[in-house]
């Protein structure tokens, strides 16, 4: 079945970066973006940034630019995020979510989370 | 903070109907980009629960419905149900300065 299976928690001192991974199964990778939303404790969801698959073309929000990198390896379908200088800001629940261009550009499959704790 | 604005809680006793508003502007919902919605049970990844305004995905029951209007969207639940009880998220594009994709504020609903 379609689906994104993301790597395991992470626990990162400040100034620190972070890699999650999104590797994802059962449709074609290049045929579709891939997005990635954060969640902080007991709060709503943000908008991180889109990568194309097919080209690697990104869109990064605003806030983040600079401190975020979203890269993909078609050979192993799978898409990453690195953010680098992490504050305690960023602990939050980091999700894959693949862009659908058949559901007028929802996030139609979403990976399953990956806690990120950043503590001195 | 979002540009999409809901409202923080809304309650309803089961086989009720509940609506949440999604308020936007004209640089987002007004300016014609679809709004989607999803559904965030505790402790999960969120769903999606309604795509390009009105449609339903596969499997999601016909008792979710969206609409669209102007500058705001809203997510109704009809004969509400105990499995219903969970935060519930709009999403569109907004093409200010900041180019990229939003998410509205939340909405928890509670079944009584």
């Known amino acids: 079945q379609v689906q994104l299976v993301q790597s395991g928690a992470e626990v990162k001192k400040p100034g620190a970066s972070v890699k999650v991974s999104c590797k994802a199964s059962?449709?074609?990778?290049?045929?579709?973006?891939i997005n990635w939303v954060r969640q902080a404790p007991g709060q709503g969801l943000e908008w991180m940034g889109w990568i194309s698959a097919y080209n690697g073309n990104t869109n990064y929000a605003q806030k983040l630019q600079g401190r975020v990198t979203m890269t993909t390896d078609t050979s192993t379908s799978t898409a990453y995020m690195e953010t680098r200088s992490l504050r305690s800001d960023d602990t939050a629940v980091y999700y894959c979510?693949?862009?659908?261009?058949?559901?007028?550009?929802?996030?139609?499959?979403w990976g399953q989370g990956t806690m990120v704790t950043v503590s001195s | 903070q979002s540009v999409l604005t809901q409202p923080p809680s809304v309650s309803g006793a089961p086989g009720q109907r509940v609506t949440i508003s999604c308020t936007g502007s004209?640089?987002?919902?007004?300016?014609?980009?679809?709004v989607h919605w999803y559904q965030q049970l505790p402790g999960t990844a969120p769903k999606l629960l309604i795509y390009?305004?009105?449609n339903r995905p596969s499997g999601v029951p016909d008792r979710f419905s969206g609409s669209k209007s102007g500058t705001s969207a809203s997510l109704a639940i009809t004969g509400l149900q105990a499995e219903d009880e969970a935060n519930y998220y709009c999403q569109s594009y907004d093409s200010s300065l900041s180019a990229s994709n939003v998410f509205g504020t939340g909405t928890k609903v509670t079944v009584l």
């Open positions: 004209s640089s987002n919902i007004g300016a014609g980009y679809d």
């Open positions: 979510a693949r862009l659908s261009p058949g559901s007028r550009d929802a996030f139609d499959i």
């Open positions: 059962g449709y074609t990778f290049t045929s579709y973006g």
């Open positions: 390009g305004n009105t």
